[in-house]
């Protein structure tokens, strides 16, 4: 079993910042990929940001240049860096991991953690 835990979110006034973090925590897991989603009110979730096979970030396109996706290997550690935020981007945003446990692909989410962004 893995846990993933979000931490960092918060109301914030529009053009400011903050910064997400996800921990994942457990034991016999590698992890394959990570990755951040968000779902704003009567919304689907969407994509933010997520580490594709090849290794690189794709970033949705209303994110580009304002959000950084990171990750710390040796704490099993990712992190959104979130800039000139928008009234737009409030939403929960959600944490996702891959990860291989015994040979076996499993895929897990964080509880989410709320951002507001107040115009």
């Known amino acids: 079993q893995v846990q993933l835990v979000e931490s960092g979110g918060g109301l914030v006034q529009a053009g400011g910042s903050l910064r997400l973090s996800c921990a994942a925590s457990?034991?016999?897991?590698?992890?394959?990929?990570m990755g951040w989603y968000r779902q704003a009110p009567g919304k689907q979730r969407e994509l933010v940001a997520d580490e594709t096979i090849a290794g690189t970030i794709k970033y949705a396109e209303v994110v580009k240049g304002r959000f950084t996706f990171s990750r710390n290997n040796a704490n099993n550690t990712v992190y959104l860096g979130m800039n000139s935020l928008k009234p737009e981007d409030t939403a929960v945003y959600y944490c996702?991991?891959?990860?291989?446990?015994?040979?076996?692909?499993?895929?897990?989410w964080g509880q989410g953690t709320q951002v507001t962004v107040s115009s």
């Open positions: 996702r991991a891959t990860v291989t446990i015994r040979a076996l692909q499993y895929q897990y």
């Open positions: 457990g034991s016999g897991f590698s992890i394959n990929s």
